[in-house]
């Protein structure tokens, strides 16, 4: 460990501010126009693209920061949801491509809570999910040639957690990814008449099954989409015809891992595929017709973080968004044939060198293998250690361009970040382990890691320190409360606290979703939510502890993090809250404001193990 750089251009600062390429999309039937979300001026904004010669066009200015946006595909116009200082509730609004003023789709509607808008590839017809205090609602805006927009029309209402998954390439169909089957984050698929609303099909292949990734056809008249589904076990592509409920489950020959479907082929006859296996990428070409996929050669490392991270474009090449451990996010060209790589489309800022992950296995409390990725400074170890957490928990962590955890390593310290039990790719029942119990399995994950750091040499028994933000902040205070014994402290951002309180706070999506994954709302489920939040253990907690959280945040709301800091301070515990004023995604969009929390977690870390407080080595 070394003291903190706190200069300007320390070389982890460097790191945060480096511009990135989050999302970079072009326009189906305008190829030469693009859309980026990038950071140039250090905050995530919607810019964009012209393809051919790489130029960008600044359409946000939001001062936090905006990380998502659709472009319409005849390039014309660029749509976002426009919500209140970052806590995603709001109205889909659109801008010209080439800049302008931003337009309401949906000038009539209260505000909503809405993770996605997809439009047709004929570019007639957007449909979106909205979230209330009611339940969601699925609707359609029909588009005119001349750029008039519709009054949306409800399509279908429910109460239980669902989202758009898709429309048709004319519009005739939208399909629904819906838990009205199970009650549990488990998605039939609905296929429901694009102008009524009516009923044409469902796909769902029993209890316990999701039907995710959904893509349809390009071609005028196809009314195929491809999908995956996990009736095996692990996810596997499919194509289904709503309209006539023809299925053709795709040749996958011995691949392991699981099986993405990304995009379709212009030509409706290949379908690009991402494997993941142990967390780690590959790149696949297959047909619908038959025959096994064409794996690519693609760089090693992932591809992309916050959408599909590859598709297929112009010129006989992919367009993808790609990076490794070392490397920030690029949009870079790939050879279709091949894989790849021909070009670099818009490249990411310099940086300092890094220290490179590699992926590790551990035994778990049970005998469950439990992949991660750890990085180490310079240096002999045992060294303090930084044992993160993703958020999610449905998510997974690749080999991702982190300036986190390099700005751990440049201060002495090693870093493992770990796929715990409820993380995807990893099969249906490691991703489905923790329903209904949050928490419980996730910690044992986090303590075998602990194990494995200290039997490996890596890390000093004393000296390991939690970490994550989001479901991630929430496993850090679980764990701190739960084996108080075993950590020097914990620095938790965006986190959730008491599921209870957070419950009656939360925005329509995050209510709908905690039903689901704990089986019930809380006053059917009271016992488990006070099981699960950490402020049922704040009594026990004895390290240290930061968390660093957002006063505009829907996901995690303010009110559960401020009794959890009433309780601690009510115990006699340390513990140091700080505030910003954005929503739950302000600090990873905003480069200045995501250095100054590293900063406060560096310091804190630093003075943790200085002072050693309260902390007892587990033999």
Not at 5 to 18: E, L, N, S, V, Y
Not at 68 to 97: A, K, Q, T
Not at 116 to 128: K, N
Not at 203 to 213: A, K
Request: proline share 6%; glycine share 10%; net charge negative.
């Amino acid at each position: 460990m070394t003291p903190t750089q706190t200069q300007d251009d320390a070389p982890w600062k460097g790191r945060f501010r480096a511009a990135t390429v989050r999302i970079a999309e072009i326009a189906h039937s305008a190829p030469d126009r693009g859309l980026v979300v990038t950071d140039p001026s250090g905050i995530q904004q919607l810019h964009s693209w012209s393809v051919g010669d790489g130029t960008l066009g600044v359409l946000t200015k939001k001062p936090e920061g905006l990380t998502f946006g659709v472009l319409s595909p005849d390039g014309r116009w660029v749509y976002y949801l426009d919500d209140e200082r970052g806590n995603e509730i709001g109205h889909w609004v659109r801008v010209p491509w080439e800049g302008g003023e931003p337009e309401d789709v949906t000038p009539a509607l209260a505000p909503y809570a809405s993770s996605d808008l997809v439009i047709s590839a004929a570019g007639r017809r957007l449909a979106f999910n909205a979230a209330r205090s009611d339940g969601f609602t699925l609707y359609a805006v029909d588009l005119g040639p001349d750029g008039e927009v519709t009054a949306p029309r409800i399509l279908h209402s429910t109460r239980s957690l669902s989202d758009v998954a898709g429309v048709s390439s004319d519009g005739s169909i939208v399909a629904l990814a819906s838990t009205e089957r199970s009650g549990k984050p488990q998605f039939s698929l609905l296929a429901l008449d694009g102008e009524s609303g009516d009923w044409i099909g469902e796909l769902w292949d029993g209890e316990d099954t999701s039907i995710t990734d959904v893509v349809f056809s390009k071609m005028r008249g196809d009314a195929r989409l491809v999908a995956s589904s996990n009736r095996t076990g692990a996810r596997r592509p499919l194509v289904w015809d709503p309209r006539t409920d023809e299925r053709r489950d795709l040749e996958v020959a011995d691949l392991g891992g699981e099986l993405i479907t990304w995009d379709w082929a212009d030509d409706a006859e290949h379908v690009l595929l991402c494997q993941v296996d142990r967390a780690v990428q590959t790149l696949h070409v297959a047909s619908v017709n038959g025959g096994a996929p064409r794996r690519l050669h693609s760089p090693p490392g992932s591809y992309g973080r916050y959408a599909p991270g590859a598709y297929f474009g112009p010129y006989g090449e992919i367009f993808a968004v790609w990076q490794d451990s070392t490397t920030p996010l690029q949009a870079i060209a790939l050879d279709a044939s091949t894989g790849r790589r021909t070009r670099t489309l818009l490249p990411s800022g310099a940086v300092a060198p890094g220290r490179p992950w590699r992926s590790i296995t551990y035994e778990s409390v049970d005998g469950q293998r439990i992949q991660g990725w750890l990085a180490v400074p310079q240096g002999e170890g045992p060294f303090p250690t930084i044992l993160e957490t993703h958020g999610g928990p449905e998510s997974v962590t690749l080999e991702v361009f982190s300036p986190i955890s390099q700005a751990w390593l440049d201060h002495g310290f090693a870093f493992l970040t770990v796929n715990y039990r409820g993380s995807t790719t990893f099969g249906r029942e490691f991703q489905q382990k923790i329903w209904g119990r949050p928490g419980y399995w996730e910690v044992r994950d986090m303590v075998a890691a602990r194990e494995w750091l200290i039997r490996e040499g890596i890390a000093r028994p004393e000296g390991i320190l939690l970490t994550g933000w989001s479901y991630g902040g929430y496993l850090t205070l679980q764990a701190l409360g739960v084996r108080p014994e075993l950590w020097a402290g914990g620095m938790a951002g965006v986190a959730v606290a008491d599921f209870v309180t957070e419950y009656e706070d939360e925005n329509e999506i995050l209510r709908a979703y905690d039903r689901a994954f704990f089986g019930g709302p809380p006053e059917e489920r009271m016992e488990q939510y006070v099981e699960s939040s950490p402020i049922t253990y704040a009594e026990r907690v004895a390290a240290p502890v930061l968390i660093i959280q957002g006063r505009n945040d829907s996901r995690c709301p303010e009110r559960q993090v401020e009794l959890y800091e009433a309780r601690m301070r009510e115990l006699g515990k340390p513990i140091e809250v700080v505030w910003f004023e954005a929503g739950h995604g302000g600090s990873s969009a905003n480069a200045e404001l995501a250095i100054e929390h590293q900063q406060k977690m560096l310091e804190f870390a630093e003075r943790v193990l200085r002072e050693g407080a309260g902390v007892q080595p587990h033999r």
